[in-house]
């Protein structure tokens, strides 16, 4: 996200995305820094809005932006424009910037003078969703040609995900001091594994011993219990809440 107000799975977000509980601003900040060099990106940036006691109109803002860029994106007011914010947060799949329409002079501008601030040139925002009206968006960039960006998306979109899903769900401890209780029964414990694993629903049935329709029936539930948009991000949070292990 350009809007500023203040590896795999199995190795890379393991380690980040364990239960932790943040006491101060900075502990996110280390997690930020880190992250930025695990997956050579160019900057992250965390809004969420509605979480605990926050009040809509004063989302909680995470960045790795300059001050410099802050400062002049405040001062053009690029807010008004900002496809990032007025798109990804209506938005219930991630959003990649390649799409935003830029025939407005405006947003060039403002994605030109992003990239020259340091921000790259390719993008991309996860929107995360609770059950209680909070959310946020979660965004990084890179310097990459379409190719080394595809490539990038293609490889870790799952770690991306599990991030977005990660800082939206430990704000919202650090705020509210208390944890989601989420339970899924053994069966659909067991789907959302293979699921995690790679399989196919054909796939999880034959190891299970489940037809494709119970399958899929067990998945619907997951999704739903999880408040997740699709079985990819019903992964992710079920590594966040360790209802699974992240797969070997």
């Avoid at 820094?33 to 009040?55: E, H, Q, V």
């Avoid at 798109?87 to 002079?105: A, C, E, H, T, Y």
Wanted: proline share 3%; aromatic share 10%; glycine share 6%.
């Amino acid at each position: 996200m350009i809007l500023p107000w203040s590896k795999r799975i199995s190795h890379s977000t393991k380690r980040l995305t364990g239960s932790i509980r943040f006491k101060k601003k900075s502990e996110f900040e280390i997690v930020l820094a880190d992250t930025l060099k695990r997956y050579d990106l160019k900057s992250l940036a965390f809004m969420g809005f509605n979480i605990g006691a926050l009040n809509k109109s004063e989302p909680d803002i995470l960045v790795t932006y300059s001050q410099e860029w802050i400062n002049h994106y405040r001062a053009s007011d690029y807010l008004e424009v900002d496809p990032v914010v007025h798109q990804g947060l209506k938005s219930i799949l991630p959003v990649d910037w390649s799409n935003f329409d830029r025939r407005d002079s405006r947003v060039r501008s403002l994605f030109n003078e992003s990239r020259e601030a340091g921000l790259g040139n390719q993008g991309l925002s996860i929107p995360v969703r609770g059950r209680h009206g909070d959310m946020s968006l979660f965004s990084l960039t890179c310097e990459a040609n379409e190719q080394e960006w595809s490539t990038k998306k293609r490889n870790y979109i799952r770690d991306f995900q599990t991030l977005a899903v990660f800082f939206h769900q430990s704000v919202l401890r650090t705020y509210t001091n208390s944890e989601l209780q989420i339970q899924l029964t053994p069966r659909e414990a067991e789907c959302l594994h293979w699921a995690a694993c790679g399989k196919t629903s054909e796939e999880t049935a034959m190891i299970l011993g489940l037809t494709r329709r119970g399958v899929r029936y067990h998945i619907e539930n997951i999704i739903f219990k999880l408040n997740a948009v699709n079985l990819a991000h019903a992964v992710a949070k079920g590594i966040h809440f360790r209802i699974i292990n992240p797969p070997r």
